[in-house]
């Protein structure tokens, strides 16, 4: 069985209301790297640049995640 919607795209938000920060957390991380994503079109970007940014940002959102649980822990 797919997790994929009916327009064939699994890049969906699980929680809607984050999806204006997940947004604005991609061009952040983006600008951070260096990749030059911009609202809208962005077919001139290569498949390597898109994959950075998407794994970029699992890093940080596990890094983050990982210091909620450490000071979870500590209190």
């Known amino acids: 069985m797919s997790n994929n919607n009916s327009s064939g795209n ?8 984050a999806r204006a920060a997940m947004e604005q957390f991609k061009f952040e991380v983006a600008n951070e790297i260096g990749v030059p994503l911009k609202r809208g079109y962005n077919g ?28 979870k822990n500590q209190g």
């Open 10 to 17: 699994s890049n969906r938000i699980n929680v809607p209301e």
């Open 44 to 71: 001139d970007l290569t498949s390597a640049q898109n994959g950075y940014v998407g794994g970029y940002m699992v890093k940080k959102m596990i890094e983050q995640q990982e210091k909620m649980m450490a000071e």
